[in-house]
């Protein structure tokens, strides 16, 4: 059995895990910083290493106490080494350096946007091997909200999408290694476009999860957002259109403007609910598109927007089996890098002291592929 121990410190979370033979979560700790860059409304990369700095060695720790393992249990160190904020970065890859340097272990350095992807597969803390009985066999998980339980490996090849709050983009995933990006923003995010509206609409941050919330409880075709489809044939996405268009429905036009405290609770849900349907539409329509285009036979989607219960629900009985990563999984974890680790282990693509911090993914676009 491989135990890994995964190191995660791309932007503002400083996490640490240890999986077993890569699916089995042993443990996964998060420490957050939301209350560090609340006021600015987004992550100030500055703020962001300190805390890691601080942070980092007691989540270590307490990853290993309550995986109940020592360092010595540990086979190899692994690390999200790309991509993210460079002082954020250099935090996790140096702590993993140093461990696995001292233990003697080999080095694993994950692309973080490549584990967003492989955490469908991880299993719940303490579930085990209980849920390989359930590979292949569609059935209901309520609390997750998962549609399909994943098998270890997925019907391939598949459509991944990451959509997070650095990241949305498909990739064409032939296997685990062998992954191209087919699509990507031109502008904003969707978390990052989820983030802004919700501080438009005084809703706090990160906004996704709130939004999410009121959504349900709004009338999604109130208002007709704009659906950005760019080219017809195109992949990429493009967020910033819409969000403007909320600014200006909740501030109103130059010579009309309005007092956005004048916006009533029943609009402001109206607002959630067809602001997150013009996000739900803007992804099926390119998940549809690549979906045709390189022949998948299913989809599989992470990143923090994935935990999105609106995007779950519209995924579910859809054109190909949608694979979402349980709810702990979706934002930025250690589990899904320990367990991404396992692969790399697997291929003896191993790292060593020489290691970068690296600012962009290692995934290459596909026209750029010979
Ligand atoms: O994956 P993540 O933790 O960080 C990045 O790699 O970027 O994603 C964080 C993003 C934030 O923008 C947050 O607002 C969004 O994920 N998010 C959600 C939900 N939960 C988190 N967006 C929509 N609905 C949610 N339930
Ligand atoms: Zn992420």
Redesign the pocket.
């Known amino acids: 059995m491989a135990m890994i121990l995964g190191i995660e410190s ?4 400083t996490a640490a895990a240890v999986v077993a033979d890569g699916v089995d979560v042993r443990s996964s700790v998060i420490a957050t910083q939301f209350e560090l860059h609340e006021i600015y409304r987004g992550v100030v990369p500055e703020i962001a290493s300190r805390a890691h700095i601080e942070n980092i060695v007691p989540v270590i720790h307490q990853a290993l106490d309550e995986a109940h393992c020592r360092l010595a249990d540990i086979g190899a160190i692994a690390v999200a080494q790309r991509p ?1 904020l460079i002082g954020s970065l250099l935090i996790g890859v140096t702590a993993a350096k140093t461990l696995a340097w001292s233990l003697e272990k080999p080095l694993l350095g994950v692309d ?2 490549q584990a ?1 992807l492989y955490s469908v597969v991880l299993r719940g803390k303490g579930e085990g091997a209980a849920r390989v009985e359930g590979e292949g066999v569609r059935r209901k998980v309520e609390s997750s909200l998962t549609p399909y339980a994943c098998p270890l490996t997925p019907h391939l090849p598949a459509i991944g999408l ?6 949305t983009a498909l990739y064409l995933i032939k296997s685990w290694s062998d992954v191209t990006l087919i699509g990507a923003t031109i502008d904003d ?4 476009a ?2 802004k509206v ?1 501080g438009i609409l005084g809703l706090g ?5 709130a ?3 009121l959504a349900p409880s709004g009338n999604p075709k109130a208002i007709a957002f704009p659906r950005s489809r760019l080219d017809r044939d195109s992949l990429d996405f493009s967020f910033s259109g819409l969000k403007t268009s909320v600014l200006y429905h909740v501030r109103g036009h130059k010579g009309r403007e309005r007092d956005p405290g004048s916006v009533s609770q029943a609009e402001l849900h109206d607002i959630c609910a067809s602001f ?1 349907q013009a ?1 739900i539409d803007i992804l099926l329509i390119k998940l549809g598109r690549a979906v045709e285009r390189f022949g998948a036979r299913s989809v599989i989607v ?10 779950r629900a519209a995924l579910t009985d859809w054109q190909r089996p949608a694979y979402f990563p349980r709810m702990e999984y ?4 250690a589990a899904m890098i320990a367990g991404f680790g396992h692969i790399l282990l697997d291929q003896g693509i191993t790292g060593d002291l020489s290691m970068d911090a690296v600012t962009s993914s290692r995934i290459r676009r596909i026209d750029a592929v010979d």
Request: glycine share 22%; hydrophobic share 20%; aromatic share 4%.
């Open positions: 791309t932007c503002d979370e993210g973080h946007v967003h990451v959509c997070s709050g650095g990241h995010a969707i978390g990052e989820y983030d919700a941050y990160p906004g996704g999860p939004i999410d919330q997150q996000c992470g990143g923090g927007v994935s935990a999105n219960r609106g995007l979706c934002t930025d974890n």
